[in-house]
C-alpha cells in the first residue's frame, strides 16, 4: 500500500511538470460539441454529436463517466478488480460502488489469472464483465488466460459460445518514478493474439467513446489506458453516451513532408515535436492516433503515407518486436515505390524500464524531432 500511494504522489507532484514539458496537452473548447470547424479523418463521430452538452473533463473523470453510463444502462454489467470498491489506485472508480452496490462493484482477491478468468467466465453467461487489472505490469500471470480461453472461446466452440462481453482495462505506461513493474508498455503482447481487440486512447473525449465501444463489441478487448495522462489530460467531453468506432485511427494535425503514427500517451509527444520541426525547421508533420492496434488502420496510414512519403512510428515500448514493427513492414510492403526515405521508430530502448534514467529511456519529444530532421534530410 505504500509503494501504490508512493505511486499515486509522484503522478500528482509530475503533473505541472509534465503540462509544462509539452506546451498544454488537449486543446480546450467550451460547452457544446461542435463541427463549425471542419471534422478532421477519423473524427467523423463528431457530427452525430453536435450540439450535446459537454463538460471540461480530465481522463481519469471521462472513464469513470463511461463505467457510471454502462452500469447505469445495462443491469448485466459489472465492475470488479483489486481495490476499486473505494476507487482503485488511481481513483478511476471512485464512486461507483456506492452508486451501484457492492453486488456490481467490487473487490477481488490479488490474483490477475483469477480476476481475467472469473470474467470469461461471467462473459460467457451473457454477462458483461468490466475486469481492472490494477497496473499493466501486473497483468503477465493472466496472460494464459487472454491467449488460450478468452480469444478463442468463439473459435474452438464453432461459433456456439463465446465471451465477447469481456472487457479488461489496465493503466500502462510512464508515470514518473514508477521503475520496471509500473511503466510498462505490454501492447505489443496482445496484439499477437488473433480474437482480441487492443485498444488505446488518447485523450478524454476518445478515451469515454472508445471505452463505451469496447464493452459493446462482441470480442473480447483490452483496453490500455495512459496513467500519465489520467489527469493532466483536460478537454469538454459530451455528458451523454456516445461511442467512437473501434479499428479507425484518427488524424489529429494534417501534413505534407512526413507521417508520424503513434497511441497513447504518445499522440502528444508527436503533436508537440511536430510543433517543434514546423516552428524550427518549416518541416509538415501529419499525426495519426492510430487507437485501436488490433484491428489497426492500416489504410489510413497507407494513404498518409503515399502522400507524405515518409514515416515514423512511435512508442514507449521497446523497439524490438513492438507494434511499429508491424506498422513499418506494411507500409514498406504497400508503399515502396512511394517512400522518400526508410521508415523511422523511436520507441523505448531495449532494456527493462529504469528508475532515475527514465528521461534516457523514453521516446522523447526531442529524440522524436532530430528523427524527423534525420528523415526528412535522408
Known amino acids: 500500500m505504500l509503494l501504490r500511494s508512493s505511486i499515486v504522489s509522484a503522478l500528482r507532484s509530475l503533473e505541472r511538470q509534465y503540462l509544462r514539458s509539452c506546451g498544454g496537452v488537449c486543446a480546450r473548447s467550451r460547452g457544446l460539441v461542435s463541427t463549425a470547424e471542419g471534422v478532421r479523418p477519423g473524427e467523423e463521430y ?19 463517466d463511461a463505467l457510471h453510463i454502462t452500469l447505469q444502462r445495462n443491469d448485466k454489467s459489472y465492475l470488479f478488480g483489486e481495490d476499486i470498491k473505494f476507487g482503485g489506485v488511481f481513483r478511476v472508480t471512485d464512486g461507483l460502488a456506492s452508486s451501484f452496490g457492492e453486488d456490481r462493484v467490487f473487490n477481488t482477491p490479488l490474483t490477475e489469472q483469477g480476476i481475467v478468468g472469473f470474467g470469461i467466465g461471467m462473459a460467457t453467461m451473457g454477462l458483461y464483465p468490466i475486469a ?35 472487457t479488461v482495462r489496465t493503466p500502462y505506461g ?98 508537440h515535436a511536430a510543433k517543434d520541426v514546423l516552428e524550427k525547421d518549416g518541416i509538415s508533420c501529419e499525426v495519426i492516433d492510430l487507437r485501436t492496434l488490433i484491428p489497426w488502420d492500416a489504410h489510413t496510414v497507407e494513404k498518409s503515407v503515399n502522400k507524405t512519403g515518409r514515416l515514423l512510428v512511435s512508442h514507449e515500448a521497446p523497439q524490438t518486436s513492438g507494434f511499429g514493427a508491424e506498422i513499418t513492414a506494411r507500409i514498406v510492403s504497400k508503399c515502396f515505390l512511394r517512400l522518400e526515405s526508410p521508415p523511422v521508430r523511436v520507441c523505448g530502448l531495449d532494456s527493462p524500464f529504469p528508475c532515475v534514467f527514465e528521461p534516457i529511456y523514453l521516446p522523447t519529444r526531442a529524440k522524436v524531432a532530430d528523427a524527423i530532421r534525420k528523415s526528412v534530410k535522408f
Open 46 to 64: 463528431k457530427h452525430e454529436l453536435a450540439g450535446r452538452e459537454t463538460k471540461e473533463t480530465n481522463l481519469l473523470k471521462a472513464i469513470n
Open 174 to 271: 510512464a508515470v514518473g518514478h514508477g521503475g520496471h513493474y509500473h511503466s510498462q508498455s505490454p501492447e505489443s503482447f496482445f496484439t499477437h493474439v488473433p480474437g482480441l481487440v487492443v485498444v488505446i486512447p488518447s485523450s478524454p473525449a476518445e478515451a469515454k467513446g472508445l471505452l463505451l465501444s469496447c464493452i459493446d463489441e462482441p470480442n473480447p478487448t483490452v483496453f490500455f489506458e495512459p496513467k500519465m495522462l489520467y489527469r493532466t489530460s483536460v478537454e469538454e467531453v459530451p455528458i451523454e453516451h456516445y461511442k467512437i468506432p473501434l479499428g479507425k485511427a484518427r488524424t489529429i494535425r494534417e501534413g505534407s513532408d512526413i507521417t508520424l503514427v503513434g497511441w497513447g500517451q504518445q499522440v502528444w509527444v508527436l503533436e
Open 132 to 166: 481492472e487489472i490494477q497496473f499493466a505490469d501486473y497483468i503477465f500471470p493472466a496472460f494464459d488466460q487472454f491467449v488460450n480461453e478468452a480469444s478463442k472461446y468463439r473459435y474452438r466452440s464453432g461459433g456456439q459460445f463465446d465471451c465477447g462481453g469481456l
